[in-house]
């Protein structure tokens, strides 16, 4: 296993499917009374959170501390003026206490990868900016596969704010490494630049247009719905939030002509939703809606990740 | 030293001078004498027997060019001596081969008064190293919003000829148009950093396309510089002024500069050495040291700059050296400071993108790094022909100087150095300023 | 990514102060060792075993038999089968991986966990009859108790291994044994099933001094 978590390409499909295959392991753990493994006992683990994320923070703490390690938070702020402490110099005051993981949250793209080269600690990256997001694509794909069983040739659909998501770059990686086949869609505005060049290197499809991706013949097996930041339409990303949910958003009709299409469908949404939004009520409450099934994945699939980057020696296994 | 010297052998690059290239067979050998900082003698001359051992300078297989003048230095003294200070640059400024830099107006205080540009004079004056040229402001603590004084900036001791707000752009077209009409008496030339900030903002800091895509990296569009080049050029037009693009990055950018001069307007453009030889790729690891604005720009941009140079559509390279203190570099890539050293190795970058690839010959290298930005910047005692009664701001160069540049070995003060490692073909022996060595 | 769990079986520990790297599940039978147990020498030791297990019960009630994974497993379900043969009764039967609660993780690569498996009565109050092939330093079962634990409160846990190697390094003992081996520290034990391994059972010694 890599020593850090920084992208989702940091990951085989080999290492994909493992980390996956440990998170049901530990998912069991979930549902036991006595909620800890004394695997990671004496580890000290550093949620390290410059930008506030209540979800993901309490997640990878809890999945820390059922793994038995010693888990501690911080929280600093993202430092963006040259008067405040450097960032290395914050990280290395941590450093030097001798951690065996940061877990870190950033809001600048590429922090993580910039604190990988500076500590000795692992780094898991919680998000960085609108970069990666690597924890959420696996326990989404963690979702997808109890739901679906193999991704193999399963096609998904990532709707949304593009161009800032960190969970559609982080997604896109592991579905394509799992061998599922990947469209997203966006309004011109919010594909990201050189969508084309990129979109043809790594092999997903792209489209401004959300009901010829969905009815076109080739009904997808799970939508992501991203979230929209309401701040986006002071930036002119788009006219009007009803507009978008026009265009873009999954709501009840065009639910209903999903599941008439393919009635196993899967809606997925990375939280937290603006219903009425990107998302409509009904496709968030449906059956068909793994939402929930997202949040209950995310402590298992963190345990898994602190397990296979911090139980071991850090050596790659042999064969 | 007294300013008398004696340099023997020396490759001259008047003529076509072209070594290393093939056009070396053109190389004319010669000596030059220096009394009292002036030229006093070129051709093949003996060495006159009052000269001690140490005024005479063996330049067996180097190449004389005048000294160059960089149009664009940043020297944060006033303000962030930690950084830099007029000393540490200009000994850095000598180390490369120059003569004069124009220093700057963005510092703290921002320069935009003619007391602030005597001041920078004479802090320049007085290490001697190099001729330190104060830029002034255009606008009032580079606010863009009110004129700053430029007729007393022009007035002053220090005779200020190039006003620029760098670091930012003149965003609003009427400070950029009265700014261009005002300064005409003095025939004075704003140097603007053409961005627009709506298209590009203060976040922007990758060039926009698939790697900023990938890398979630605010975008940093060619159009945000093309499009205020062809406003100023037009400004510039309409009110019969002077403008000069600074550090031009992208093919669009030279188009509208190409298209500019064929009309006829008054503009000129300058190129920094990073942006010919550096391309967008190296962000991809998010090493703020590659943090630049604009930012490094991907291979075509890169072709198009080296080629504009070639053929004089660019004027001039310029170094934009700009110094940051450690701490302010590590930061997140998005929040750490835009810049890079350049004045240590802009010579031995040009002679490896432009000389070695058969591009310029050294005379077209005296020309961009010495003549041009001299005349752009009204230098008259710089970028001179070598010949007599000229002043001895000189260069010698080794065209066959094999090196690695190590950040640890730079003059400055600051170790954000992006050539770090690299090793190149040519390096400056030695620079002379009005006869005196001032870097050997 | 490493196997899955390889060092449990073969008779180590993986976690022996001086362990021999032992082949993998699925690496070939060293042909120059020796064999110990035949299968049908096998099938009489599990007969004998579910015999002792039913008899040290006074019958199969609360009985829950769990497996160590890989070949724990299926001696397990082997165990079970002939129970109800015996008995009649169908026991509970799963298995317990342990790789979360090894004291060895950390001198080691990764290794991934194999699939645990509660039976729904879960363990509380149950006499839990824990199956394994090799018993060698007792570390492993070590483990399984501590794993044990954190599932609930069994009445009674008991230990059934195919085969006592010896040398160890715990005060553990197993209550029924399907054959006692001496061994050397520097050989090993490779243990081979039908089910697991697709060969005919086998238990074979390899390496050593001899």
Known sequence: ?319 | MSGDLFITGALLASASLGAPTPRSADATRGDVLVRDGRIVEVGSLTRPADLPDQAVVDADGLVLLPGFVDLHTHLREPGREDAETIASGAAAAAAGGFTAVLAMANTSPVTDTGEAAERILDLGRAIGLVDVVPVGAVTKGLAGEELAELGLMARSRAGVRVFSDDGRCVQNARVMRRALEYLKPFDAVISQHSQDANLAGPQACCHEGELSGRLGLPGWPAVAESSIIARDALLAEHVGGRVHVAHVSTAEGVDVVRWAKARGIRITAEVTPHHLALGTELVAGYDPTFKVNPPLRPSEDQEAVRAALADGTIDAVATDHAPHARHDKEHAFVDAAFGMLGLETALAVVAEVMVESGRLDWSGVATRMSAAPARIAGLSGHGRAIAVGEPANLVLVDPSARHTVDAADSKSLSRNNPWHGRTFGAAVHATILRGSVTHR | MPRPDSAATDGSDGSHSAPVRQPLPGQPLDPTGRDVLAASDIARALRRIAHEIVEHNKGAEDLVVLGIPSRGVELAHRLVDLIAEVEGATVPVGALDITFFRDDLRSQPTRAPMPSSIPAGGIDGKVVVLVDDVLYSGRTIRAALDALTDLGRPRAVRLAVLVDRGHRELPIRADHVGKNLPTAHTEKVQVRLTGSDGIPDVVRIAGGDR
């Open chain 1, 1 to 319: 296993m890599t020593r850090h978590l920084l992208s989702s390409a940091d990951l085989s499909r080999e290492q994909t499917e493992a980390i996956l295959d440990t998170a049901a392991s530990m998912h069991d753990v979930q549902r036991r009374q006595v909620k800890k493994l004394p695997t990671l006992r004496g580890r000290t683990v550093i949620n390290f959170f410059f930008e506030d994320s209540t979800r993901t923070r309490s997640s990878f703490e809890i999945a820390g501390k059922w793994m038995s390690a010693d888990t501690i938070n911080l929280s600093a702020k993202g430092s963006s003026t040259s008067k405040g402490e450097s960032l290395r110099d914050t990280v290395m005051t941590v450093n030097a206490m001798a951690v065996d993981a940061l877990v870190i949250r950033h809001n600048a793209s590429g922090a993580c990868q910039q604190v990988a080269q500076w500590v000795d600690a692992s780094v898991i990256n919680a998000g960085d900016g609108t970069h990666e997001h690597p924890t959420q694509a696996l326990l989404d794909a963690y979702t997808l596969r109890s739901r679906l069983g193999s991704l193999d040739g399963r096609h998904v659909v990532i709707v949304g704010d593009l161009t800032h998501s960190r969970v559609f770059r982080s997604n896109v990686i592991t579905l394509k490494t799992l061998g599922a086949r990947v469209t997203v869609v966006a309004p011109p505005t919010l594909m990201p630049s050189g969508v084309s060049a990129w979109s043809a290197a790594d092999g997903f499809a792209t489209s401004w247009d959300l009901d010829e991706t969905l009815y076109a013949g080739d009904a997808p097996d799970a939508v992501m719905m991203l979230r929209v930041q309401r701040e986006r339409m002071s930036g002119g990303f788009f006219p009007t939030a009803r507009e978008y949910t026009v265009g873009y958003g999954m709501t009840r009709p065009r639910l209903e002509r999903l599941l008439s299409a393919n009635p196993e469908a899967a809606i997925l949404h990375p939280g937290p939703m603006n219903r009425g939004l990107e998302i409509s009520a009904d496709a968030a409450d449906s059956a068909n809606s793994l939402v929930l099934d997202q949040v209950s994945a995310g402590v298992a699939v963190r345990m898994s990740v602190l397990y296979h980057l911090l139980a071991g020696d850090g050596s790659e296994a042999a064969a």
